[in-house]
């Protein structure tokens, strides 16, 4: 009774889903959907962060949920991360250990008028009386120092100043890596002219409590 009959199932399945059965519609208003995720160190659990605050909640508190690998279901809500300011965003969330995970934090703006582009650390285990992870900045990304010049501007102070700053990576306890997305065609991160895409490791100034198989030395890549 609920079947069809058609020589090309994957085109009629989109008329379905579009002209007979009721799309689908997102429930948590003003979510957009998810930015960061993360995976534990056992790597049976999913993190993901919302890059939108949902209606209803604390003004530029995002939510983070954890997902069961096993079961394929959710598992309630770890808690909120609250920006430093609403109108800022998350570029991305990474595992340290068990409770410890990094998180982008940065403002829409690029090149000279860049004022935000931090990362976080945050501790699953320790949430406040609301529900808010409490933050430790890790690196300052338009003011990090030991750079011996290494965009060629004339300082030592190197400057990471894009837009979208879209990804973090645990190298080691003492090394992160961090990518920008240039937007492509946009610019004004380095020059007038469209961005590249930069990778670039930095040195921290504190170690990170790694967990076991986090970072690249626990990667198999022979």
């Known amino acids: ?57 604390p003004a530029g508190a995002l939510r983070i949920y954890k997902f069961d690998l096993a079961t394929q279901q959710y598992d309630g809500l770890v808690g909120y991360y609250q920006l430093e300011n609403p109108a800022h965003a998350i570029g991305d969330l990474a595992v340290v250990n068990e409770n410890e995970y990094l998180v982008i934090e940065r403002d ?8 935000f582009k931090k990362i976080f650390k945050v501790d699953f285990s320790k949430l406040d009386a609301n529900a808010t992870l409490p933050k430790a900045e890790v690196v300052d990304l338009p003011e990090h120092q030991r750079s011996n010049d290494l965009n060629q501007d004339g300082s030592n102070t190197f400057t990471f100043p894009f837009v979208t700053i879209e990804d973090v990576l645990v190298i080691d306890e003492d090394t992160i ?32 409590n790694l967990a076991p198989g986090v970072g690249a030395a626990a990667l198999d890549i022979n």
């Open 108 to 115: 829409g703006r690029s090149g000279a008028s860049a004022q």
């Open 177 to 208: 890596l961090v990518a920008n997305d240039n937007n492509f065609p946009g610019g004004g991160g380095r020059s007038s002219a469209s961005d590249n895409n930069e990778i670039i490791l930095l040195e921290l100034d504190t170690p990170l």
């Open 1 to 57: 009774m609920d079947g069809f009959f058609t020589d090309f199932p994957g085109t009629g399945e989109d008329a379905r889903s579009t002209f007979i059965t009721p799309p689908a519609v997102a429930n948590l208003g003003g979510s957009r959907g998810f930015e960061g995720m993360a995976i534990n160190p056992a790597q049976d659990t999913l993190y993901p962060l919302l890059e939108g605050t949902v209606v209803g909640d």
